[in-house]
């Protein structure tokens, strides 16, 4: 009787341990690639296309998840209109052509702000725009529903489907990237959660998703994290989270881009795009987040001077990263076949278990859903 509870036993540890090795690996290698891929929103040259462009090839043939468009060429000459955005038509051409090669929907981004940071604008024939400073100081719903209405309704005509907005950093005149650029709402955070709701509100209205930015909170900054990482420790303050509590609590988010800053409030060894402690424990254990967590981009000086990106990689989809936003556009350089090989990272990453399939099943998930919001 004990020999058979014996083998009963060694029968049931043996089906345990299957149970527990299907779980590790529930992906084929083509899914972790087909995922991983998923998981990049690149930039490229040029403001038109075909079949033997760079953007086809990450559509077509690795089936990168989004796209992200500019309208200045800063590996280039940097003059206006140098990059993907010309005029409306040729736009509306462009996004037309880039879901051509895809097969599924394809999330095009851009950085429409208002004010300074606006890719669309008068010149190539889209309607002016105010800074995000002016919206906080008059401070009237209709006023923002009325600006973010405008640019959400032109961002839907040309095929655009994500915008990189609104900041919900705090309004700090001596902040380089934001306050100088008058890209803050408010020093309130009240106020900013406020315009943030009717920004956010308008655009659903007119089928364009927004990401807000820039968490936990960069416009206490002195530094830019375009060019060095910047450190909030000793000036950040816990109630700039407010706005993300509010939004999240009310169901008004969808995207949540990261900051290249370290607050070592929250985490004393990784600045936020890189940290588990900012991303997971906060963001979505406190603050109770389940939609996209996108990085702002991993070629800023900020991150890729003191990472290796293979490394920057890792350790951003295991803070808790659903989307890496690498724009191929900044002073670090143009590399056409560079979301080829960091697609290649992250498989290698996943085989060798420094990443768990687990993260790229619930990165998937999450950016599935996000499409499925879009009509």
């Known amino acids: ?9 060694l029968a049931s540890v043996v089906l345990i341990l299957q149970c527990t090795s299907c779980k590790k690996n529930q992906l084929t290698d083509e899914q972790i690639k087909e995922y991983a891929a998923q998981m990049l929103m690149v930039g490229f040259k040029g403001d038109s296309i075909d079949e033997n462009s760079d953007v086809a090839r990450y559509i077509r043939d690795l089936k990168v998840g989004g796209i992200i468009l500019f309208d200045v060429d800063l590996t280039g000459d940097a003059t206006i209109g140098s990059r993907n955005i010309t005029s409306v038509d ?15 929907k394809l999330l095009i981004s851009v950085d429409q702000e208002g004010g300074k940071v606006m890719r669309l604008k008068e010149r190539y024939g889209f309607a002016p725009t105010v800074s995000a400073e002016y919206l906080g100081e008059v401070n009237n719903a209709d006023t923002t529903a009325f600006y973010a209405g405008r ?14 907005a609104p900041l919900l950093d705090i309004h700090n005149p001596e902040c380089p990237v934001i306050g100088k650029l008058h890209r ?3 020093a309130d955070t009240a106020v900013i959660t406020g315009i943030s709701r009717d920004f956010i509100k308008a655009h659903r209205t007119h089928n364009i998703l927004c990401a807000v930015k820039h968490f936990p909170g960069h416009g206490s900054a002195i530094d830019d994290s375009h060019y060095d990482l910047a450190d909030v420790t000793n000036t950040w303050n816990p109630s700039e989270l407010a706005p993300y509590r509010d939004l999240i609590k009310e169901g008004n988010l969808d995207m949540v881009m990261t900051a290249h800053i370290f607050n070592r409030q929250l985490d004393p060894v990784y600045p936020a ?18 939609g996209v967590i996108v990085t702002d981009d991993l070629y800023m000086k900020g991150i890729i001077d003191k990472y290796e990106i293979r490394d ?17 556009n ?10 080829f090989k960091v697609v290649d990272m992250i ?29």
């Not at 498989?347 to 009509?375: C, F, M, P, Y």
Request: proline fraction near 2%; charge should be neutral.
């Open 273 to 290: 795009t890189l940290s588990k402690k900012m991303l997971t424990d906060v963001l979505r254990g406190q603050l109770k987040f389940e």
């Open 347 to 375: 498989v290698e990453a996943v085989k060798s278990g420094e990443i768990d399939e687990a993260r790229l099943i619930e990165s998937h998930e999450r950016i599935e859903a996000l499409k499925n919001k879009l009509k």
């Open 330 to 339: 900044i002073s670090t350089g143009f590399e056409p076949d560079r979301p």
């Open 1 to 9: 009787m004990k020999t058979i509870r014996f083998f009963a036993f």
């Open 151 to 164: 640019i959400a309704e032109e961002m839907e005509k040309v095929g655009l489907n994500i915008n990189l």
């Open 184 to 186: 803050g709402f408010s």
């Open 312 to 328: 920057a990689v890792i350790l951003a989809i295991n803070a808790g990263a659903d989307i890496l936003l690498m724009g191929n």
């Open 90 to 104: 040729q736009l509306k051409k462009l996004t037309a052509d880039l879901q051509s090669f895809a097969d599924y």
